[in-house]
């Protein structure tokens, strides 16, 4: 069994940072690759990043090209996104996607709402 918790969402504005964190716990050692996705209102969940499970970034949403990164910290089971100079479009409930032994682990979200 594997859980996965997001910390770090907020309020902020536009052009200021935000960085997200996924904890995992559990069978950690089965985890795999893992991924940030969202869900703006009214929208699609779509993915956002996501990593090998040695940390190599493989995949960026081009709506967060060279604001985003991802990034992954084995020793301490987390990955983390950090969100550069926000817009208001990057307004969603954040999700961390954990995939292990063919199955994806899911956190409850965190909150990102971003003003003008």
């Known amino acids: 069994q594997v859980e996965v918790a997001e910390s770090g969402g907020g309020s902020v504005q536009a052009g200021e940072s935000l960085r997200l964190s996924c904890l995992v716990s559990?069978?950690?050692?089965?985890?795999?690759?893992m991924a940030w996705y969202r869900r703006a209102s009214g929208k699609e969940r779509e993915l956002v990043a996501r990593?090998?499970?040695?940390?190599?970034?493989?995949e960026y949403a081009d709506s967060v090209k060279g604001r985003f990164k991802i990034s992954r910290d084995n020793d301490k089971n987390r990955v983390d996104l950090q969100m550069d100079n926000l817009r208001p479009k990057d307004s969603a409930d954040y999700y961390c996607k954990g995939s292990a032994t063919g199955l994806d682990y899911w956190g409850e979200g965190a909150q990102v709402a971003v003003s003008t």
């Open positions: 990593i090998t499970r040695v940390g190599v970034p493989r």
């Open positions: 559990g069978k950690t050692w089965t985890v795999g690759g």
